[in-house]
């Protein structure tokens, strides 16, 4: 059974331009989450969709969007790109409506702004 | 919202030593109480977890405790060697169940 997938892996973008990110789940789970890890902050929440719904939603300015698909691909935009944006973006999957199962984790997309 | 705080944020021990860290949560419904560990370049992966109707859930070395009332956790590893080593991450869900929210994160040295 194929894990979670995300792509691109790493990608560099300058200050202002935008970004878009996409994650794959494994195949029947309908949760997917967003998280942002940077060095000393851990793991800060995003957000999380459900049947093509965003149920929450982070501490995150209004250029962190997303989406979820009706195949439960999942895709993140982060829009007029800041210095601070730079980091590791893992999306989870889970096969849990309540998010009291695994999670299930893929290697991430490295962002780098410039 | 929920809010996990987590500590210490470095830990080094000998191996052979156990090593305790310790989380408090501050959403009185969180039920459901996971903890991940992530070796350097590597994915986070759930090693224990633990729900609000237990006090206490052990694995081999690892063992996990909640007390519900101080709305605090904490995970124990036992006889450490040098592959525990690794960042180890607790988190807690909100009270929809809509998000597991994670603490900062400890970065366990273990040597030899």
């Known amino acids: 059974k194929a894990g979670v997938t995300q792509t691109p892996r790493y990608l560099i973008k300058t200050r202002g331009q935008q970004v878009t990110l996409s994650c794959s789940p494994i195949?029947?789970?309908?949760?997917v989450s967003w998280y942002q890890q940077t060095p000393g902050q851990g793991l800060q929440f995003l957000f999380e969709y459900f049947s093509e719904t965003q149920r929450n939603k982070g501490n995150f300015p209004g250029r962190f969007s997303g989406r979820q698909f009706s195949n439960s691909r999942s895709e993140m935009n982060v829009s007029t790109l800041e210095l601070g944006d730079s980091a590791l973006y893992l999306c989870?999957?889970?096969?849990?409506?309540?998010?009291?199962?695994?999670?299930?984790f893929g290697e991430g997309s490295r962002l780098t702004v410039l | 919202g929920e809010n996990v705080e987590q500590h210490p944020s470095t830990l080094s021990v000998q191996e052979g030593d156990s090593a305790v860290i310790k989380c408090t949560y501050s959403?009185?419904?969180?039920?459901?109480f996971p903890w991940y560990k992530q070796e350097l370049g590597k994915r986070p992966q759930l090693i224990i977890d633990i729900r609000s109707n237990v006090g206490e859930k052990k694995d081999q070395r690892i063992a996990v405790t909640l007390n519900k009332t101080a709305k605090h956790f904490s995970l124990h590893i036992t006889e450490t060697q040098p592959e525990d080593s690794a960042v180890y991450f607790c988190?807690?869900?909100?009270?929809?169940?809509?998000?597991?929210?994670f603490g900062k994160g400890t970065t366990l040295s273990v040597s030899s």
């Open positions: 988190a807690a869900t909100n009270q929809a169940g809509t998000a597991l929210i």
């Open positions: 959403d009185s419904a969180s039920n459901y």
């Open positions: 989870a999957s889970s096969l849990f409506e309540q998010n009291t199962g695994e999670l299930f």
């Open positions: 195949s029947g789970h309908r949760s």
